[in-house]
């Protein structure tokens, strides 16, 4: 009997709960931190609060339930075993159960176990082993206890204070996801970028989250530490997309947070797409880079470049995602020349896209010769030849490292910079339809 009461109890505490605003603040790791607001009602001393519609991913260990300084949490519990046909029937081993056959046949007896393609069951008149493709439907008598059709969080609570109380629910939960999803398209002469995004989001967290007030963290969380709602922020940037919508953008912590300013809907098993950042011109670069050490002819990388500071860029920090880069053809139709997966971007941060491999513009890297002496030096004789089949002229930046600190670049056949200890950069012109060689030697001081 009590065990029934307690049942009851907890089902009409279920059902006398008024839902606020769910706001969802979701990772870009694939995790979700969920704030739900309940007004009900809890009886004086013990009672049991059940919660039916949460998240199949819930992180159990997050869970945290408050309501005023008088409601005493006792015990939390995960309810996530949901009934299936294979988990009711364990429940009614050794108990009577009736199997209707497809022909309307009708077998009473004890359950004596059961797999997926049999039952067996012990009547008066003997043991039957039944093959359940065969069966129509299956009656049980009521259950003793309590079947959870959905994942469930209960809580044994001791309330001395107001019957009335608000109560504020969070939890994290898993296989939540959010990335950029960038357009770029670029222009006739390669040198200015119309940039604009979407946020994409992912739910198959195995819950509805209906006109949520939904936040975006981008940044790379450390799992070991909290991630705490109370850090300062400091100043917002607004995100005017078409129409209504609105993102704000602030810093947060050492990450930075998107806002969207509207209510979302994300269901279950759906891919959301929601834009945030109206199409920016932004000039760019295209240079083509050749850091090979192949002796083979191969084509030459294409990367696309530009600054994001406020002045030729967007002047705003972008979250990490894939940038698509689009031309518009003869016939006006955008067509797709390119992606690269863009890394969390800061304002004033150089942006390197690499989008694809020239088809006409080649290169190969040979060492002709090889001098050294032993503890003083070594020399290595570079070749580098250059291909542009094109109909215009190109520029290729030669990326060249060399793996020593004390080292110099003679007898260059053209000028060059040094990028860092280990690197060098030559520029070189290649005329329409020609054929460039760069030559040097690399010296190494072995002292």
């Given at each position: 009997?009590?065990?029934?009461?307690?049942?009851?109890?907890?089902?009409?505490?279920?059902?006398?709960?008024?839902?606020?605003?769910?706001?969802?603040?979701?990772?870009?790791?694939?995790?979700?931190?969920v704030k739900e607001q309940f007004t009900r009602q809890v009886p004086s001393g013990k009672s049991t609060l059940e919660i039916e519609d949460v998240a199949e991913t819930i992180i159990p260990a997050s869970v945290k339930l408050s309501g005023d300084d008088q409601l005493q949490v006792l015990e939390q519990n995960f309810r996530y075993d949901l009934v299936n046909q294979n988990k009711l029937l364990k429940k009614y081993l050794e108990a009577?159960?009736?199997?209707?056959?497809?022909?309307?046949?009708?077998?009473?007896?004890?359950?004596?176990?059961?797999?997926?393609?049999?039952?067996?069951?012990?009547?008066?008149?003997?043991?039957?082993?039944?093959?359940?493709s065969f069966v129509g439907s299956i009656k049980c008598p009521s259950p003793k206890e309590r079947l959870y059709v959905r994942p469930t969080l209960s809580w044994d609570v001791n309330n001395s204070g107001a019957i009335n109380q608000q109560l504020d629910l969070s939890y994290m939960t898993?296989?939540?996801?959010?990335?950029?999803?960038?357009?770029?398209?670029?222009?006739?002469?390669?040198?200015?970028?119309?940039?604009?995004?979407?946020?994409?989001?992912?739910?198959?967290?195995?819950?509805?989250?209906?006109?949520?007030?939904?936040?975006?963290?981008?940044?790379?969380?450390?799992?070991?530490?909290?991630?705490?709602?109370?850090?300062?922020?400091?100043?917002?940037?607004?995100?005017?997309?078409?129409?209504?919508?609105?993102?704000?953008?602030?810093?947060?912590?050492?990450?930075?947070?998107?806002?969207?300013?509207?209510?979302?809907?994300?269901?279950?098993?759906?891919?959301?797409?929601?834009?945030?950042?109206?199409?920016?011109?932004?000039?760019?670069?295209?240079?083509?880079?050749?850091?090979?050490?192949?002796?083979?002819?191969?084509?030459?990388?294409?990367?696309?470049?530009?600054?994001?500071?406020?002045?030729?860029?967007?002047?705003?920090?972008?979250?990490?995602?894939?940038?698509?880069?689009?031309?518009?053809?003869?016939?006006?139709?955008?067509?797709?020349?390119?992606?690269?997966?863009?890394?969390?971007?800061?304002?004033?941060?150089?942006?390197?896209?690499?989008?694809?491999?020239?088809?006409?513009?080649?290169?190969?890297?040979?060492?002709?010769?090889?001098?050294?002496?032993?503890?003083?030096?070594?020399?290595?004789?570079?070749?580098?030849?250059?291909?542009?089949?094109?109909?215009?002229?190109?520029?290729?930046?030669?990326?060249?490292?060399?793996?020593?600190?004390?080292?110099?670049?003679?007898?260059?056949?053209?000028?060059?910079?040094?990028?860092?200890?280990?690197?060098?950069?030559?520029?070189?012109?290649?005329?329409?339809?020609?054929?460039?060689?760069?030559?040097?030697?690399?010296?190494?001081?072995?002292?």
């Open positions: 009997m009590f065990r029934f009461t307690k049942v009851l109890t907890a089902m009409l505490l279920i059902a006398s709960f008024s839902h606020a605003q769910t706001q969802l603040t979701v990772y870009n790791h694939g995790e979700a931190l009577e159960i009736s199997v209707i056959m497809q022909n309307d046949k009708k077998l009473t007896g004890e359950l004596l176990s059961y797999n997926d393609k049999t039952l067996v069951i012990r009547g008066r008149t003997g043991t039957d082993i039944i093959q359940r898993r296989l939540i996801n959010w990335r950029a999803e960038y357009v770029a398209v670029i222009n006739e002469d390669d040198t200015e970028i119309n940039f604009s995004s979407w946020i994409n989001m992912q739910n198959n967290s195995g819950k509805q989250f209906k006109n949520t007030k939904l936040k975006l963290v981008a940044g790379d969380l450390h799992r070991a530490s909290n991630v705490r709602p109370s850090m300062a922020m400091q100043e917002d940037r607004i995100f005017k997309s078409r129409g209504s919508a609105v993102v704000v953008e602030r810093d947060f912590f050492e990450y930075h947070i998107y806002e969207i300013g509207f209510p979302v809907t994300i269901n279950n098993r759906e891919e959301k797409q929601i834009q945030w950042l109206n199409p920016t011109l932004i000039s760019a670069q295209k240079r083509y880079v050749f850091n090979s050490r192949n002796s083979e002819l191969s084509n030459i990388p294409i990367k696309i470049i530009f600054i994001n500071d406020e002045k030729t860029g967007t002047g705003m920090p972008l979250p990490a995602g894939v940038v698509r880069l689009f031309k518009e053809d003869t016939d006006g139709a955008l067509e797709l020349v390119g992606e690269d997966n863009l890394k969390h971007v800061s304002k004033d941060d150089k942006v390197t896209l690499e989008v694809g491999k020239a088809y006409d513009v080649k290169g190969k890297y040979e060492v002709l010769d090889r001098r050294s002496k032993q503890n003083r030096y070594k020399e290595d004789d570079i070749r580098i030849t250059l291909v542009n089949r094109k109909d215009t002229a190109v520029k290729i930046d030669v990326l060249q490292g060399i793996a020593h600190q004390n080292w110099a670049i003679v007898n260059a056949s053209a000028e060059y910079e040094k990028v860092d200890a280990s690197r060098v950069k030559f520029t070189i012109p290649v005329p329409a339809n020609k054929e460039v060689v760069l030559t040097y030697t690399s010296r190494v001081d072995l002292k």
